[in-house]
């Protein structure tokens, strides 16, 4: 029996993939989401922060039907030390109106409505179907076997939506295995709490939502971030880090997890909370050196599996999207001209490139690299932190000039000025 | 929380007909060259999958939450990772 063709096949039904498959099937493709999950989003796991711009630009309107937590109206960044934390933050009633800047969501429940729409729109979804390997046929990705019997689908072109683990793009030969500084390992739970004393604890008014990002004593002093998103009825709670530091350091990701849930600071947040579910993921980190080749004959490379995300801004969603978009447009494209060469399929990493995409990762592709190789900045640096502030806001008699000349000498005797002055340049030439 | 009660809120379909997606290929490297290094899958794999055993590396493939970590970060690329079949493995109803 002939296999069956379709014009564009995508394999994973994340942000990535049903964006392309959604858009293509909207233009009149024919088009397979091929899941390995039993529905989507039942292996997709993010902190998550949905942002509303970028999934505007694929499905105008969504924020009116698809299943999202809260809209996020206020962001925090908290410097831990063992005992304290240096906050700061932002909020804006202009970030509650709609169109709201960004949206905590459940991927298990967003993704599978996502999908959902590309098959309202005409898109073939097969769920359960792990694909193994591409097929090629004189030279050129020609379709997905999968792990079904006679499981062999054929395609004019393949969109490798596939995640982090990249099978797809390393099977054809784009790039090889990621190196451990190249990926971190973040784990989240799940704490469910009532609504109402979410939105006490956070200060929000009813179905609005807040962030919280944790550094320093959040990841023991290793390069990594810990987070708290408020959901409508419970906290994702996540920390993670580089799994180059968790090799070096033989930590366990769980423990770290334990041990920022029990941080003084961080506990009231979650008291009387319960947990609900426990996962881990994979997140991208190695910046425009890792990006692979986007595209061959007859097949591109959209999302996670092309390392697109932004760690320092917890972005990867948006830039899932926005690639996924990409890539039916040059699809679309590409079928007018009836021509799926890597030629023809070229426009996609030309869109890729001019896009905020490549030029964040451009404009952030050292910063990794730099803050791995100068770890006080998670550690002695938020204890310099700490203790300027309780020192400066110690009331006890001492004068304030000589409270700062002391917090001056207290700071260059933990790490001198000179030092300090290196570090944080070095920092804003990595990041500006 | 331990890690096994975590684990235990997961909903999970194990493959026992098609056995362990995961196999580490050789016993060597782990008996020889990684005990210097504190063998690292048996403390960074977030799920416990792999455990040191009577001179062993031991892989409960049925908790993993297929992240993919011990793929990339097995010093010695001793891991030959799979995902589960389709239809087993991890089911989150968050995510």
């Not at chain 1, 096949?9 to 994340?14: E, H, K, Q, R, Y």
């Not at chain 1, 046929?137 to 076997?145: I, L, M, S």
């Not at chain 1, 987070?227 to 350091?249: H, K, M, P, Q």
């Not at chain 1, 999302?303 to 679309?332: P, W, Y």
Request: net charge neutral; proline share 5%; charged share 25%.
């Amino acid at each position: 029996m002939q296999p069956e063709k379709f014009e564009a096949i995508v394999v994973g039904a994340g942000p990535a993939g049903t964006s392309a498959a959604y858009l293509l099937a909207k233009a009149g493709l024919k088009v397979a989401l091929i899941e390995r999950g039993d529905f989507p989003g039942a292996k997709n796991v993010m902190g998550g922060i949905l942002y509303t711009r970028p999934t505007e630009e694929v499905i105008p309107g969504f924020a009116r039907e698809a299943p999202l937590e809260r809209p996020i109206v206020e962001q925090n960044g908290w410097l831990l030390t063992a005992d304290a934390a240096v906050k700061a933050g932002y909020r804006s009633a202009a970030f509650g109106q709609e169109p709201c800047n960004a949206y905590s969501v459940l991927r298990a429940r967003f993704d599978n409505w996502f999908a959902q729409q590309a098959v309202e729109a005409g898109a073939l979804l097969i769920p359960g179907t792990l694909v193994e390997e591409v097929i090629r046929r004189d030279g050129k990705v020609a379709g997905v076997r999968t792990g079904r019997e006679q499981g062999e689908l054929l395609a004019d072109v393949v969109i490798a939506a596939d995640g982090v683990n990249s099978i797809l793009a390393r099977d054809a030969g784009l790039h090889e295995e990621w190196m451990e500084d190249q990926v971190a390992i973040v784990v989240k739970e799940i704490v469910a709490l009532p609504a109402e004393t979410i939105e006490e604890r956070f200060n929000l008014e009813p179905g609005q939502g807040a962030s919280i990002e944790f550094y320093g004593d959040a990841t023991a002093g290793m390069l990594g971030t810990g987070f708290i998103y408020t959901n409508t009825d419970s906290l994702s709670v996540g920390c993670g880090a580089l799994l180059s530091e968790l090799v070096r350091t033989l930590t366990t990701p769980y423990d770290l997890l334990e041990r920022l849930k029990n941080h003084p600071m961080v506990r009231p947040l979650l008291a009387g909370g319960e947990e609900r579910e426990y996962m881990a993921h994979l997140i991208p980190e190695g910046g425009q050196r890792a990006v692979p080749r986007l595209f061959t004959d007859g097949m591109l490379v959209v999302g996670d599996a092309a390392q697109f995300c932004n760690g320092l801004h917890r972005e990867g969603s948006n830039f899932a999207m926005v690639s996924g978009k990409f890539a039916a447009e040059t699809v679309i494209e590409a079928k007018a001209k009836g021509d799926f060469s890597a030629r023809a399929l070229s426009g996609y990493a030309e869109r890729v490139k001019d896009s905020f995409i490549m030029k964040d990762l451009r404009k952030y592709r050292d910063a990794s690299r730099y803050f791995e190789r100068h770890p006080a900045f998670f550690g002695v640096y938020p204890e310099i932190a700490s203790a300027a502030a309780r020192e400066f806001l110690t009331v006890d008699g001492v004068p304030k000039r000589r409270k700062q000349w002391k917090i001056l000498r207290d700071v260059h005797r933990r790490r001198s000025l000179w030092t300090i002055a290196r570090e944080l340049l070095g920092a804003l030439r990595v990041v500006k | 929380m331990r890690i096994e009660d975590k684990l235990f809120l997961n909903g999970f379909t194990p493959d026992e007909q098609g056995g362990s997606h995961l196999v580490v290929t050789s016993p060597e490297p782990c008996r020889q060259q990684c005990a210097a290094l504190g063998r690292p899958c048996t403390t960074f794999c977030p799920a416990r999958v792999y455990a040191w055993e009577e001179d062993q590396i031991t892989v409960a493939y049925n908790a993993c939450v297929e992240c993919g970590a011990c793929r990339v970060g097995c010093p010695f690329g001793n891991i030959e990772w799979r995902y589960p079949r389709g239809e087993f493995g991890v089911t989150y109803k968050n995510g």
